[in-house]
């Protein structure tokens, strides 16, 4: 199975489909996440606070696939902000994952509260120009946020990975992003099972119509909008039912009928709360 890859704003690419390690047990990290990359999972995404960055690292290593087949993520936590911190913090994760280079390194909130957030993304960039990170990026940056790193900074984010699925679309954080050429990574896609989205009329009817689940159906609508996403799932057979969304295609109707579930409908925390 081929994923497509998205061209990122500074000429790396990313797996447009990948596998999330939030709420993955430390102690299970190395077994599923090496079943995802048999799976087929190429792109993995994990952070410093998940506790598991050792287990993905183990998993990498020993699947034996080559360094530059994987596309892998983690993120600063908030307490890590400010430049000598983001430094250590950086160095020890990348020591967790026993890797010499991660794909993707991003802010994982802005923490308004600690107003650390523009040194870090300095930082950032230094770390990028080092090589040790071939891309940076955001994650639950608000218009107001992303306004601020682009006025005082001139480095634009390659990604800003926010919650985004049918009741949460977040169009103005989508639109600005589009308009700077930031790709929107879209954490939560299957709204983390915290409403009853599988049985929406909307999705039930086209997953029946294609003969494919309901979460086969929300996987098909982020990608025809084009969003990064990878949705968590300890259970293999999810990994594999998750894997399988390249070879049918959402109608024009209904992705309309999809997109029209907005609702504000936010699961998680408001980004300006979480410092
Ligand atoms: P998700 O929307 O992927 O939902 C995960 C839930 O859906 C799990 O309970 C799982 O059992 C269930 N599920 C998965 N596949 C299913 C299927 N085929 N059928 C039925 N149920 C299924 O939520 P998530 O894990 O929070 O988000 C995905 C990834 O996004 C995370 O693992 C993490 O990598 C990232 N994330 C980032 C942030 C952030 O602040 N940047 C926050 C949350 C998650």
Do not use: C
């Amino acid at each position: 199975m081929t994923v497509p890859r998205i061209q990122l704003n500074d000429g790396h690419s990313i797996p447009q489909l990948g596998f999330g390690v939030f709420k993955v047990d430390p102690a299970e990290t190395e077994r599923i996440v090496s079943e995802a990359l048999e799976v087929g999972y190429r792109h993995l995404d994990t952070a410093r606070i998940y506790g598991n960055e050792e287990g993905v690292g183990r998993a990498i290593a020993a699947s034996g696939i080559p360094r530059e087949e994987l596309f892998i993520t983690t993120k600063l936590w908030n307490d890590d902000q400010g430049a000598q911190r983001t430094r250590d913090a950086f160095d020890a994760s990348l020591e967790r994952l026993g890797l010499e280079y991660v794909d993707l390194y991003l802010i994982h909130w802005p923490s308004p509260a600690r107003d650390l957030y523009v040194e870090s993304w300095r930082e950032f960039a230094e770390l990028r120009s080092s090589g040790r990170v071939r891309s940076i990026g955001v994650s639950n940056f608000l218009v107001p946020h992303l306004e601020r790193l682009l006025e005082e900074t001139e480095v634009v984010p390659a990604v800003d990975q926010i919650e985004l699925h049918p009741a949460h679309q977040q169009p103005a954080t989508a639109a600005f992003a589009e308009e700077h050429g930031i790709a929107i990574e879209a954490w939560g896609p299957l709204g983390q099972g915290k409403y009853p989205l599988f049985e929406l009329p909307e999705v039930a009817e086209a997953a029946a119509a294609h003969g494919r689940t309901p979460a086969q159906v929300v996987i098909r609508w982020h990608l025809q909008r084009g969003h990064i996403l990878f949705p968590k799932s300890s259970s293999r057979a999810r990994m594999v039912e998750n894997f399988e969304v390249f070879d049918f295609e959402l109608s024009e109707g209904e992705m309309q009928a999809i997109t029209a579930l907005e609702r504000e409908g936010r699961v998680s925390a408001h980004p300006d709360e979480v410092n």
